[in-house]
């Protein structure tokens, strides 16, 4: 079956069973691999439309990849650890060392994580500098003057 007839299946039986019934069926078979669902997800649920329509979205991608899974779920956490998403990161982690990730992987993960945020910081920062402190501070600036 090609990812395309099985994404037309699956609307199918969201379609015949209903959204709640399989928003249901979804946040339990996520709380039973991964022993918990994150907090978006249960709010999400509240919606189900919306909660199908992200796990849709996020199977796809997750599906499509040509990436072994542990790898996704690998940049998943880094992507969570430089956003400072404590949830994120611990979610991914955990579901990272689930389809295989080492602890090694993952270290090193969270350090090539920290070198790009941290990267991204100054990168950041530093472009501001330039465009906003272009002017020379010494030739602009006459000094204090007294004030009398």
Same mark, same amino acid.
């Given at each position: 079956?090609?990812?395309?007839?099985?994404?037309?299946?699956?609307?199918?039986?969201?379609?015949?069973?209903?959204?709640?019934?399989?928003?249901?069926?979804?946040? %339990?078979?996520?709380? +039973?691999?991964?022993?918990?669902?994150?907090?978006?997800? #249960?709010?999400? !649920?509240? /919606?189900? $439309?919306? *909660?199908?329509?992200?796990?849709?979205?996020?199977?796809?991608?997750?599906?499509?990849?040509?990436?072994?899974?542990?790898?996704?779920?690998?940049?998943?956490?880094?992507?969570?650890?430089?956003? %400072?998403?404590?949830? +994120?990161?611990?979610?991914?982690?955990?579901?990272?060392? #689930?389809?295989? !990730?080492? /602890?090694? $992987?993952? *270290?090193?993960?969270?350090?090539?994580?920290?070198?790009?945020?941290?990267?991204?910081?100054?990168?950041?920062?530093?472009?501001?500098?330039?465009?906003?402190?272009?002017?020379?501070?010494?030739?602009?600036?006459?000094?204090?003057?007294?004030?009398?």
């Amino acid at each position: 079956m090609t990812d395309l007839a099985e994404f037309e299946e699956t609307l199918k039986e969201i379609s015949e069973r209903g959204g709640e019934e399989m928003a249901s069926e979804w946040m %339990k078979n996520i709380e +039973c691999e991964f022993g918990r669902a994150p907090l978006i997800f #249960k709010r999400m !649920a509240e /919606r189900p $439309e919306v *909660l199908i329509s992200h796990l849709l979205y996020k199977g796809t991608v997750t599906r499509t990849s040509s990436m072994e899974p542990k790898y996704v779920e690998l940049i998943s956490m880094a992507v969570g650890a430089a956003l %400072k998403c404590q949830h +994120c990161t611990s979610y991914h982690m955990q579901a990272a060392a #689930k389809k295989g !990730a080492t /602890r090694e $992987e993952i *270290l090193e993960t969270i350090l090539i994580s920290g070198l790009i945020s941290n990267s991204s910081v100054l990168a950041n920062a530093y472009r501001i500098f330039d465009e906003k402190m272009a002017v020379c501070f010494p030739c602009e600036n006459d000094g204090l003057q007294d004030q009398e």
